[in-house]
C-alpha cells in the first residue's frame, strides 16, 4: 500500500491508514538522519524540485536533504530569479519542469488551491508545501510523529492550538490529521482570530488561554502572522503576549508533562518566551528532525521502492 492518490495536498483527503503508513515509514527513516554516512540509493535517479513562492527555512530546506540523504537528484528553483518575474504563469512554468522530466514538484505558494491546480496541470507527483490559509500537509505529520513518538498514540490525546487560528494553514492540517487519528483538538485564541465556522470541524472553542491550558497534553503555540494580518486585530504584540503569550507563569497552569510544540518560526517573547522555547518540555528542535523523517517518507512512498532491502545492504 501507498500513497492512493497522484498528489499529496493536504490531509482533509487522505485516509487514516496513509498517514499511519506515513508515520510508521518515518520511523524506519529517521535512523538515517543520525548516520555518519547519510546515503542511501533508494530514490537514485529521480528528481525533485522545489518550488517556492514564499520564503522557508525548515520545509524547503528539509525536504532537500530528505532528497539528498535517499540519493534523489534535488534543485531549488529560485522563484524570484526565475521567469515568473517576466509573468509566466504556474501552470506554464510547471509544464516547463514537467518536459525536464522530473518526477516530484514540492510547492508552497500563497493561494489556496494552486497546489491543486499544479498537480492537475503536469505529470510529476505534487507535494503541497503549504498553500494560502488552506492547508501545511507536511507540518502536521511531523506534528503527529513528534506527539505520537512522545506519547505512544495519538488516539485519546488532547491538544490545544493557540493562537492566530485565522491565519493559519498549520491547524487546519493539523485539526483534518488529529481528529481523524482519534485525538481531541482545543483551538484557542483572540476572538478576532478564530475563524466564525471553525467548531464546524470538529474541534472544541475555547477562548480562555488558562482553560485550553489545564485540558492540553499538547500545547501549540502558533506564530502570529503578521505578514498576513490586517490591523486591527489584536491591539499590540505586547498585550497579545500578555493574554496568550507561553511563558513559565502560564505553563505553570498546564499538566506537568504537557509537551509544548510551535512550527517555527518563532516571535520570540511574543507566542512563545525565549525560556518556554529552551525547557523540557520543548520539543520544538524535535519537531524540525521529525520534518525531514516524514519528508524522507513521503519521497520515498511517493517515488521509490525496495527501501528496507536497500537499507539492510547500506
Ligand atoms: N513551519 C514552517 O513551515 O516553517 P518554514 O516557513 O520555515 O518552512
Redesign the pocket.
Known amino acids: 500500500m501507498g500513497i492512493k492518490t497522484k498528489d499529496l495536498l493536504g490531509l482533509k483527503n487522505i485516509s487514516k491508514e496513509e498517514i499511519e503508513l506515513i508515520l510508521n515509514t518515518a520511523e524506519s527513516m529517521e535512523e538515517i538522519i543520525y548516520r555518519d554516512v547519510k546515503k542511501l540509493p533508494t530514490l537514485r535517479g529521480k528528481s525533485v524540485v522545489s518550488l517556492f513562492y ?9 525536504f532537500e536533504l530528505a532528497g539528498k540523504y535517499l540519493g534523489a537528484d534535488t534543485m531549488n528553483m529560485g522563484v524570484s530569479s526565475s521567469s515568473v518575474k517576466k509573468g509566466e504563469t504556474l501552470i506554464d512554468t510547471g509544464r516547463t519542469l514537467d518536459a525536464m522530466g522530473i518526477d516530484m514538484v514540492v510547492i ?1 505558494h500563497p493561494a489556496a488551491g494552486a497546489p491543486k491546480l499544479l498537480g492537475e496541470n503536469i505529470k510529476a507527483r505534487v507535494i503541497n ?2 498553500d494560502g490559509y488552506h492547508e ?1 500537509p ?2 502536521a505529520l511531523l506534528d503527529m510523529y513528534t506527539m505520537r513518538k512522545k506519547f505512544g498514540e495519538l488516539q485519546g490525546l488532547t491538544v490545544a492550538i493557540i493562537g492566530d487560528i485565522l491565519h493559519s494553514r ?1 491547524v487546519r492540517s493539523n485539526i483534518w490529521g488529529l481528529t481523524k487519528m482519534g485525538a481531541e483538538v482545543i483551538v484557542c485564541g483572540p476572538p478576532t482570530l478564530l475563524p466564525a465556522d471553525i467548531a464546524a470541524t470538529g474541534v472544541r472553542v475555547v477562548t480562555s488561554f488558562e482553560d485550553a491550558l489545564r485540558d492540553a497534553d499538547v500545547i501549540m503555540m502558533l ?1 502570529i502572522q503578521l505578514e498576513r494580518q490586517q490591523k486591527g486585530l489584536f491591539p499590540s504584540k505586547r498585550e497579545y503576549a500578555k493574554m496568550y503569550g507561553l511563558n513559565k507563569e502560564t505553563l505553570s497552569l498546564a499538566k506537568k508533562d504537557a509537551m509544548v510544540m510551535h ?3 518563532i516571535n520570540r517573547g511574543v507566542e512563545i518566551s525565549p525560556e518556554v522555547y529552551e525547557s523540557v518540555q520543548s520539543v520544538i528542535d524535535e ?1 524540525v528532525t521529525a ?1 525531514v523523517a516524514v519528508r524522507m517518507a513521503l519521497l520515498y512512498l511517493m517515488m521509490g521502492s525496495d527501501f528496507e532491502d536497500e537499507k539492510a545492504s547500506s
Open positions: 514564499e520564503p522557508s527555512t525548515r520545509t524547503r530546506s528539509s508552497r508545501a503549504g501545511h507536511t507540518q498549520v506564530r512550527p517555527g518560526p519537531q520534518g
